[in-house]
């Protein structure tokens, strides 16, 4: 029987859907749910939706008194002050002190970190990482993150933004990111938002060749299309995967 106190949210902020859940000390999680990011113009609006979205899984484990804190990974989120600091695939601009807001929104203590070095500490302590003192933890998603952990300790750096692989230019001049303004970053070619960018390029440079893709209106077409065309064996949509796949590798 579980006893007060021994519970944590964990909340995943992503630029398209932002997931959350209740976890134990053992790294189980429960209640699991997920609410639009993308649809919320004002960071407080989101906040009030989260609030909102957890009260079942919060009532599921006996009340806000059974629940210790609350553990947030995000974009350029910063360890050391709690902010989110001009994130490019979040809609809020700027810094953005969300640790402080859902402090006072759940009366809970609140922790922010990098969603991938929130990933990446899950998988030391509960995952594919125990045991292991040296590894990379990569995240594909909207964009492209990494949690670094060398000596069995994650590497923050000085400003709590070492470790971003996302952000490093693989192809000097090449593609535009959308965010940063950088060229021939690994997150314009092996995020999700990447993926979308390839299949429309292909598609535009070999208009006489058919494909599923075709049959999606240009501003449409998602990673997620573009998977389920080359699960149907679609070739231009194969080609996506196994270009993305080589850049990535």
Known sequence: ?????????????????????IVNHRGDISNRGDIETSKHKDLNSFIDELYKGLQPAIEAVGGMDFIKGIGVGAPNGNYYSGTIE????????????????????????????????????GELMYGAGRGMRDFIMITLGT?????IIANGQLIYGHDGFAGELGHTIIRPGGRLHWGTGMKGSLETYASATGISITAKEILDE??????????????????KRVF???EKGDAIANEVFQITGQILG
């Open 228 to 230: 389920e065309a080359a």
């Open 1 to 21: 029987m579980e006893t007060p106190a021994e519970y944590a949210i964990g909340i995943d902020i992503g630029g398209t859907t932002s997931k959350f859940g």
């Open 86 to 121: 001009y994130a490019p695939n979040l809609q809020w601009k700027g810094i953005l002190p969300i640790a402080k807001l859902i402090n006072e929104r759940f009366n809970k203590p609140c922790t922010l970190t990098n969603d991938a070095n929130a990933a990446a500490i």
């Open 206 to 223: 070999r208009v006489g060749e058919q494909s599923l893709l075709r049959n999606i209106p240009h501003e449409q077409i998602t990673s």
């Open 143 to 147: 964009g492209v993150g990494s949690g």
